[in-house]
């Protein structure tokens, strides 16, 4: 599903117009959307007809869509109010379709009833409604919320009434997903025809609440040219590698995964598991001779591969080089990276590995080998720098080094700089968090529906990596991307497609581990643990 922004939606509109759709009945089809969405909440709670429904109405479009929801729902029965917070115009057909259908109507424009009595009567329809409707502004916010319309939306915030968005919550940039300091946050956010590509970026700031994405009868293919997306369990399951009967474990690819320090053990045994559970056919752990007599055996499954190493445990660079390389011109895929340090040796084991890894062969940068090459100056325009096979994999902190930025740039536009990161580098950039963003240096995107909390812990970024190197070893570089409306991709498609894989489900594996164990507890492993479930749960649900 295509992620717009505010001028994309509008150009979309506009399209549609030009097919034939009149803005009156895109109009039309999201009040009656909306309306059966906030009738299914009411039947939850105890029931359509009686229960009662403020609608909090704009001057613009939103406020139309929230006028035409009111008709609706005052013909189910509901007792609907509607309060107009700014002056809407005159002639206005959709409030007199709506008092028509015995929706009341409170104008809150004029100076008497902006006052003290009139926000207090709104205060009061508010805190007595089973749900409050918020109609007023949508993607039409241009500049910050300002009296009187703040005062009257933190009455609406005070009566502590579940609060339902059209569209977007008032006060939130459909781009950014920024809320202004005098927004009013909703329970649930009913987004009209496509998600807003701001609130998926920065998790709507947990200001839209449930975020749900209704029909509005837009015709298919008017948004072929916008390269970002929402990933959906749909999405993902047109991704999984196909797994022919009388395959065997050859079938299904070679990983090698080089990792591990005397400090950090545990990382690449985590992006090991991982890369098992993918559904890789074989996966290689390497480390360092001392490393490896600690972890050697810790996931069964896995083939062990010690490095050489001088009598201090550093790595012997040219020795273990030349023993990864002979061992990755046999690849399918490479992780680099988890707990493997910063140590000399270990900085030039990655600039002489990846430097000369077999053209073609796919590698996953992860962790220390990313802060490893933020220090190399021009990586990117090296000679075997990075290739086009190549999924950079970091977080904030990475990134920002990566990029030459500060953490809170890269936050503040987390989607520009994922994808700027991927056309400096060449390489697909998965750039982790609350709501993670996969670029690709053609310029599409992917942002993952999944915020939790509990992923926030050490070692689940090990899992990921471990798990798109796993995938990326069973998709073969020409295969199509076949979402609906997407650009022709250009190979290799690969990288963009484990990652975007890879990033759902292990969103899904981790909110699988929160229900069952809590976010305060849960730990990577757990999340590795149920990437099974996670798996099976996207190849059996509906398409």
């Known amino acids: 599903m295509k992620a717009v922004t505010g001028e994309q939606m509008r150009m979309i509109e506009r399209r549609a117009v030009e097919a034939g759709v ?43 869509d929230g ?165 959906t369990g749909q999405v993902a399951a047109r991704l999984l590698p196909a797994r022919a009967g009388d395959a065997n474990k050859g079938s299904f690819g070679r990983t090698l995964i080089v990792g591990g320090s005397a400090n950090y053990v545990g990382a690449p045994v985590l992006a090991t598991r991982a890369a098992v559970r993918s559904g890789a056919g074989l996966v290689y752990l390497a480390a360092a001779e001392p490393v490896y007599r600690l972890i050697a055996g810790r996931v ?72 490893i090459i933020s220090r190399v100056p021009n990586w990117s325009g090296r000679p075997g720098g990075v290739s086009a096979a190549t999924v950079m994999t970091p977080h904030p902190g990475e990134m920002s080094r990566l990029m030459g930025i500060s953490v809170a740039e890269v936050q503040a536009d987390r989607l520009g700089a994922a994808l700027a990161a991927a056309k400096r580098f060449g390489a697909t950039v998965a750039l982790k968090g609350a709501a993670t963003v996969i670029a690709s240096p053609d310029g599409r995107a992917r942002i993952s529906p999944w915020v939790n909390a509990g992923l926030a812990k050490a070692g689940t970024g090990d899992v990921l990596a471990g798990l798109v190197a796993g995938l990326l070893a069973q998709l073969p570089d020409e295969m199509p991307d076949h979402s609906p409306g997407s650009p022709p991709a250009s190979p290799p498609d690969g990288p963009f497609m484990a990652a975007s894989l890879a990033v759902y489900v ?34 059996t649900a509906p398409r």
């Open 300 to 371: 069964d499954e896995a083939i062990y591969l010690p490095l050489a190493a001088a009598q201090d445990g550093a790595f012997d660079v040219r020795a273990a080089s030349l023993e990864l390389l002979s061992h990755a011109r046999n690849m399918s895929s490479v992780l680099i990276g988890p707990g493997l340090g910063q140590s000399a040796s270990a900085v030039q084991l990655v600039e002489q590995f990846v430097r000369n890894l077999p053209e073609g062969v796919p590698v996953v940068l992860d962790a220390d080998a990313l802060n």
């Open 67 to 231: 006028l035409v929801a009111a008709r609706h729902l005052a013909r189910r029965g509901v007792k609907v109010t509607v309060f107009a917070l700014t002056r809407r115009p005159e002639p206005d057909e959709k409030r007199a379709l709506a008092e028509q259908a015995g929706a009341g109507f409170v104008s809150m424009a004029s100076g008497e009833a902006n006052g003290g009595d009139g926000i207090a009567a709104l205060r009061d329809a508010a805190a007595r409604s089973d749900v409050v409707l918020d109609a007023v502004l949508g993607t039409g916010r241009a500049r910050q919320i300002e009296e009187p319309l703040a005062v009257m939306l933190r009455a609406v915030a005070a009566a502590g009434a579940e609060v339902v968005a059209l569209d977007l919550p008032t006060g939130m940039d459909s781009d950014t997903g920024r809320l202004d300091p005098n927004g009013l946050r909703a329970s649930a956010t009913l987004m009209l025809g496509y998600p807003k590509i701001g609130p998926l970026v920065t998790a709507g700031e947990g200001a839209c609440g449930e975020v749900s994405v209704l029909d509005i009868g837009i015709p298919d293919g008017l948004a072929k040219d916008v390269t970002a997306e929402a990933l």
């Open 22 to 64: 009149s803005l009156d009945s895109l109009m039309e089809n999201a009040g009656l959307a909306v309306a059966d969405a906030v009738s299914v909440r009411l039947r939850d709670l105890h029931g359509v007809y009686g229960s009662r429904v403020t609608v909090l109405a704009g001057p613009g479009n939103n406020g139309s």
């Open 506 to 539: 292990h969103g899904l594996a981790g909110e699988l581990a929160r229900r069952q164990v809590g976010e305060r507890g849960m730990t990577a492993g757990d999340v590795a643990a149920r990437l099974p479930a996670a798996f099976l749960q996207l190849e």
